[in-house]
């Protein structure tokens, strides 16, 4: 055990706590950015011209007529930027575009007195556009050759060889759609410009060192003369790790220029058409295995879709390489990777980061060829897990294999699965017109961003004069409780009740050059880095204490007395990382989380409709820092993932009409996430033993994103599913989203197949 | 300008009466109420879908007394909560007194980033002062309060929690104390409609106070535009820009209110402005056909304060009431001051959102037959089972008298510019025995119905399966073959009340 690890007796970490704004929450008196805007005097309101194509040249922006309208107080337009045009770290995101690059693309910003103001100043001005063909799908890219960015390899063993050798080898293409974040609250800024020209911009960010650095240079300023704040985003999902920049930008821009503070708030529809989304994917794959159906080989080419800015396009790719095997081992590999640029959004980071696409071609690879196999597919997918000392397709040793094992057993007993599933054999058997299926699928999930230099975390604490302690650390509360966590871990450090710490919002002011919170490695970085800060106070405290028996707040007033400093800067970087991006060769990853799940869904033959029946789930979340705060983002992670799979159904038009790249699902009335009626009828979640984490701070792991993956599920249900309406033995191609309609069409080629071989 | 009028206007808010002053006509309740500063309400997608605005309004019950109802105050002006009392997620607790619902909510981990959660708030505490309500630990029977409780929470989403806590937080909730203030407000009126003009420089907002005045209004303004729940323009306003000079709101006409019998009980007339929820518990399981729809019809949030009377006269073409209502022969009471006029629902509209109601006319009441038909079933064909726009709509009404149909209707949504009946499935089926081979063949018929379309809820392939489909489901769940039927609940939300020999018809 590290002395990271190691956890102290009557810790505060992994008792069970509410989230620490859970009273804020609940009398709606939790402030989010835009809930500063009634706190603020003067503020103007920004509100966007969008383009009417997905992809044409601005010829002409005539904004005078902008200024007739009452209320409207200036129109900014690049000719106001005063240092960089870009809204971007790849510099290929024009602030203030004069090629417009999707439809729905922000060519100007109008500032008014009133966001009515702004709106109607907005429709007020006329732009000249010179249409230019424009690529919508993945599939028009890869025809056009259109790609971006790096087109890496992952690669290992031989896999001519083995594609040889095998003895058996199928081949497919898997398509999957990408899927909108949809946090409850929109992108939100707020920017003032302070005593000095000081900017301080408060929003909902990921990533408020970033912010900072691109509102800096779109200023034309030094980072020191920009502060950021996030109190708490109402969800980000990712979702707001780099695509609040430019917004944050716009707002900055405005209130340098007016000198009043600016609010740029997007509502929903313009969030969804101008916000990055999870990445659709395209795969064509060769899958190769043994007689005993135990995997040898896997060939193929992955692209992303990328959409009009590369954004985290490379580092999502590079993710999606590293989980292709999920949680088995495949001698020969070949995978290459590509980014597809085409004309709609920028997509961009979501929770898992590329490594749910990576997994879901192996996933609907197995699904799709154990029926050919003639194998179960559970028992399929068991025979083919790591075991200890394999590596993975990229080099890294899977350490804890034998965790995975136990995930799944544990599912398997404590669902009850084989019983229920005899028990569905008997239902299908008397049941003509529904089926049900109950499968199973493992989550082998990465942790550390594959970047290594993102891997370090930073923290402040302060411990005043009466014994009360404030921390700041770098990273920011979407709702994934990493405050609840950090609490926790303050606590336990300095062996202090809970009551004694509190928690100060994010500021880069307070803790700098942060990474992202993203990655789901907020708890390990910063965690470590608060414990950091804690323990060089301790250190000083106990020279002071000197052995004897005495009170905190005793102590702690005599270390002010004796000049004893009593706060302290941590810091965290994770070690024995090393990647390279290049060869995709390395150990990127400071450990696996692991999880395994057996879902039960029914399915209407008339309809394609569905049920969620039952869902189990054994996930691993090491020792947990904070059980309740854990089992919220493994059930909430499990439900987003089922909505990406089964019902999110992102729908750009791909035709040649007028509205070409017009996203068609841009509400809430068009776009639908999950409601309580997904809800597993029967959800048991449980958290595997005995899993304590070395490598993490009190032994935990990180909780945020592997979740997710357990959803692959539900798709393998409903696919077992429609293949019982079949003859047995038939290879079920299911569309991702998997929606009633989708699963109708499944069913409908099982019964078409099943006429063909009679 | 009459600023005097405008000054008068004013909502009781948590208790406090707070002038609507120079409050523009098309500001939504939401957006006063933040300028307010009472921030915990919020805007998730400004079109009544994610429920994260919900406040609590008082309405009236038809006992008398006040019910704390759920509305989504992004969809609602301003000015049509003149007069009116609003409880906001603030006014039920704070820190250190949080009120039962929201303690439940904190402390099961209900809350995680926390922007729906005031609105889940005020919806489940919506459900909690429901007088009728039964709570978990008063019954045996958990699945019915559970089923009461994902309804009452069916209009907000939350994108973090997967809600099996927030359900837990509901479920846990016992009655409210007796010294509960806002049970006990139960027991006084709700405040009585009063009539508002608010005038700024942006429109006229106008309630009048009976159906004279309202019919006066609309003879005076031709470009009076009417508005009952505000779900729809709402909508209007919010996403597409729209902004009408002048509203004329008649959601609280006593005239329109009514639920009457007339022609010696033959019929039932439902006043337009009763809201999905209050005919919902008016008819009290009378129409057994309506029953099937309203807990598909979007959400509880919006049932509150949808009414019939707009959601016929909106005439879109993926409403789903119409369908149903057509199945049933539904007929429309028109008034205007002229006099009064009856349509069947049949030839009430005439193209996409178009209807042959006069600019001046009011839909008064809808006319239901008592008589109900034998087998009835409400196919809603969606991406999502609660709170969805529906891909296809079938209403189906059906009566079997000794094996032989004697008489179908078949109302269809989601396939054409407007609601249609399904006329030649229902001639190919009439008079047929209630067969397999002939219901298969009216299915092959109605699968040919209307013109569907591709678009991104559904392909046109797809809705004209679901077509043909729906009658072949129906007969499997009611046919004299063996019975298609899961153990428990329905794959989808219809649950399709049968009646094979016909007795439902007599």
């Known amino acids: ?83 960089l045009n870009d809204a971007g770290v790849k510099h290929d995101e024009p602030l203030f575009p004069d090629e417009v690059m999707y439809h729905g693309h922000a060519v100007v910003w109008v500032l008014g007195d009133t966001l009515e103001a702004a709106r109607r100043g907005a429709k007020a001005i006329e732009v000249d556009y010179e249409p230019l063909p424009a690529l919508v799908t993945i599939r028009e890219a890869i ?67 970033e912010t900072q650095e691109i509102v800096a240079h779109v200023l034309g300023r030094q980072s020191h003369e920009v502060t950021v704040q996030c109190l708490r985003m109402g969800g980000g999902f990712g979702g707001k790790e780099m695509q609040p920049h430019g917004y944050a930008a716009i707002a900055a821009l405005g209130a340098t220029i007016t000198g009043r503070p600016v609010r740029l708030r997007l509502p929903r529809q313009q969030d969804i058409t101008m916000t990055g989304k999870r990445h659709g994917f395209h795969a064509e794959w060769r899958v190769g295995f043994d007689e005993d159906g135990r995997l040898l080989a896997l060939d ?98 899977v350490r804890h294999p034998e965790r995975m094992v136990a995930a799944w057993e544990q599912v398997r007993a404590t669902g009850d699965v084989d019983a229920r599933r005899a028990e569905i054999d008997a239902f299908n058997a008397r049941s003509a017109h529904s089926k049900r299926a109950l499968a199973m699928t493992p989550v082998k999930f990465g942790i550390s961003f594959n970047f290594t230099a993102f891997n370090q975390g930073g923290a402040l604490v302060h411990v005043y004069k009466d014994g009360s302690v404030l921390i700041n ?82 102590l702690v007033r005599e270390a002010y007395y004796a000049r ?80 990406w799979l089964t019902l999110e159904d992102l729908r750009w038009d791909a035709s040649d009409g007028p509205h070409r790249g017009r996203l068609a699902t841009q509400s809430a009335s068009t776009y639908k996430l999950p409601s309580l009626s997904e809800m597993p009828e029967d959800f048991r979640v449980a958290f595997l033993d005995k899993a304590h984490e070395d490598g993490a701070v009190y032994g935990s792991k990180a909780v945020g994103e592997p979740p997710l993956m357990l959803a692959f599920a539900v798709r393998e249900a409903l696919r077992e599913a429609a293949g019982a309406f079949g003859p047995p033995g038939v290879s079920v191609e299911l569309d991702s989203p998997a929606t009633p309609e989708a699963v109708y069409w499944a069913i409908e080629r099982v019964r078409r197949s099943g006429h063909e071989g009679s | 300008m009459t600023p005097e009028l405008m000054s008068e206007a004013s909502i009781t808010v948590n208790g406090d009466l707070r002038p609507l002053g120079g409050t523009p006509v098309h500001t939504t309740a939401l957006d006063f109420l933040r300028g307010l500063g009472l921030t915990g309400a919020k805007e998730g997608c400004a079109e009544g879908e994610c429920g994260a605005c919900s406040v609590l309004v008082s309405r009236p019950e038809p006992s008398g007394g006040t019910r704390w109802t759920a509305l989504n105050a992004c969809l609602l002006p301003a000015a049509a909560l003149d007069g009116q009392e609003v409880v906001t997620a603030e006014g039920l ?32 505490a919506a459900e909690y002062y429901r007088r009728d309500r039964v709570s978990t630990s008063s019954t045996s029977s958990t699945s019915s309060t559970s089923e009461a409780w994902h309804h009452a929470l069916s209009g907000n989403l939350c994108r973090c929690t997967g809600y099996r806590p927030i359900v837990d937080a509901a479920e846990a909730l016992g009655p409210p104390a007796g010294d509960d203030p806002l049970a006990a407000r139960r027991d006084q009126s709700a405040p009585p409609s009063v ?103 979007a959400s509880r949030l919006i049932r509150n304060g949808a009414t019939i009377g707009g959601n016929v006269g909106t005439a879109s073409p993926i409403g789903d009431l119409a369908p149903a209502l057509l199945a049933l022969d539904a007929r429309l009471l028109l008034v205007s001051s002229g006099g009064e006029r009856e349509v069947p629902l049949s030839e009430y509209f005439t193209g996409y959102r178009q209807t042959v109601r006069a ?36 209403a189906l009404a059906i009566d079997v008298i000794e094996g032989v149909v004697t008489r179908v209707r078949i109302g269809l949504g989601g396939v054409a510019a407007t609601p249609i009946r399904a006329l030649r499935t229902e001639l190919t089926l009439a008079g047929q025995p209630w067969t397999a081979e002939s219901v298969e063949a009216a299915a092959l018929v109605l699968a040919e119905e209307g013109t569907p379309i591709d678009d991104m809820r559904a392909s046109a392939a797809y809705r004209s399966a679901m077509l043909g489909n729906s009658l072949r489901k129906l007969w499997v769940s009611t046919g004299l073959d063996h019975r298609w039927s899961s153990s428990e609940r329905s794959v989808e939300t219809t649950a399709e009340t049968g009646d094979v020999d016909g007795r439902g018809a007599q």
């Open chain 1, 473 to 554: 650390h770098g990273g920011t509360e979407m709702g994934q409780g990493l405050h609840t966590k950090m609490l926790q871990v303050a606590a336990t450090a300095l062996g202090l009740p809970l009551a004694r710490v509190r928690l100060a919002p994010t500021r880069t002011d307070k803790v700098p050059n942060t990474s992202a919170t993203a990655a789901s490695a907020g708890a390990d970085l910063n965690g470590a880095a608060v414990k950091d800060a804690c323990e060089q106070i301790l250190a000083r405290l106990e020279t002071v204490r000197a052995g004897r028996d005495i009170a905190w707040d005793d």
């Open chain 2, 195 to 297: 009539a508002t003009t608010v005038v700024h420089d942006d429109g006229v907002f106008v309630r009048p106070v009976d159906l004279a005045a309202a019919l006066a209004v609309l003879d005076e303004h031709e470009d009076a535009v009417v508005m009952a729940g505000s779900t729809d323009l709402g909508v209007e306003v919010n996403l597409r820009g729209s902004r009408p000079a002048y509203v004329v709101a008649i959601d609280r006409l006593p005239e329109l209110r009514e639920v009457s019998a007339s022609r010696a009980g033959a019929w039932i007339d439902v006043g337009a402005a009763l809201t999905l929820s209050e005919v919902e518990e008016a008819l009290a399981g009378r129409v057994p056909l309506l029953d099937e729809v309203w807990p598909q019809f």
């Open chain 2, 93 to 124: 607790g704070e820190g250190s007194a949080l009120h039962p619902v929201q303690r439940e909510l904190a402390e099961r981990g209900g809350s995680q980033c926390g922007y729906c959660t005031p609105g889940f708030v005020c919806s489940m």
């Open chain 1, 300 to 397: 193929g080419t992955i692209t992303s879709g990328g959409g009009w800015s590369l954004d985290l396009s490379e580092p999502v790719l590079a993710r999606a390489l590293c989980h292709i095997d999920n949680a088995y081992w495949i001698p020969h590999v070949r995978v290459h990777g590509r980014i597809a640029k085409t004309h709609i959004t920028s997509q961009t980071a979501f929770r898992g980061f590329g490594g749910p696409q990576g997994m879901l071609v192996i996933e609907d690879a197995l699904g799709r060829c154990a029926p050919l196999l003639g194998l179960d597919p559970a028992e399929l997918r068991r025979r083919n897990f790591y075991v200890d000392g394999q590596d993975t397709p990229y080099g890294q040793p």
């Open chain 1, 564 to 643: 004893v400093q009593l706060w302290a800067a941590g810091f965290y970087r994770t070690e024995g990382l090393h990647w390279d991006a290049a060869a995709m060769r390395g150990s990127p990853f400071k450990y696996f989380a692991y999880g395994a799940c057996a879902a039960e869904v029914e399915v209407d033959g008339f309809t394609g409709a569905y049920r969620l029946r039952r869902v189990d789930i054994v996930h691993d979340v090491g020792d947990s820092l904070s059980p309740l705060v854990d089992l919220g983002q493994v059930e909430g992670g499990f439900v987003q993932g089922t909505g």
């Open chain 1, 1 to 83: 055990m590290t002395s990271l690890s190691q956890r102290p007796g009557g810790a505060v970490v992994g008792t069970e706590m509410e989230h620490e704004s859970a009273a804020l929450h609940v009398t709606g008196r939790a402030l989010y950015t835009d809930d500063l805007v009634g706190r603020t005097t003067h503020v103007l309101h920004a509100f966007p011209v969008q383009a009417p194509y997905a992809h044409a040249r601005v010829t002409a922006v005539r904004a005078d007529a902008a200024y007739d309208v009452p209320g409207v107080v200036r129109v900014l337009t690049a000719g106001d930027v005063p240092g």
């Open chain 1, 143 to 209: 025809a056009a050759e259109s790609f971006q960015g790096g087109s890496p390899t992952v690669e290992r063993g031989d896999v001519e060889w083995a594609f040889e050798n095998a003895a058996h080898v199928f081949s497919g293409v898997t398509e999957m759609a990408g899927q909108e974040h949809f946090y409850l609250e929109t992108h939100a800024s707020l920017a003032l410009v302070d005593e000095g020209g000081q900017v301080f911009v408060q929003c909902s960010t990921q990533h408020p060192t």
């Open chain 2, 359 to 394: 600019r001046d006319e009011l839909i008064r009441s809808v006319r239901l037959p008592a008589e109900q038909p034998g087998i009835t079933a409400f196919h809603k064909i969606a991406k999502r089972r609660f709170d969805d726009i529906s891909s296809v709509a079938v």
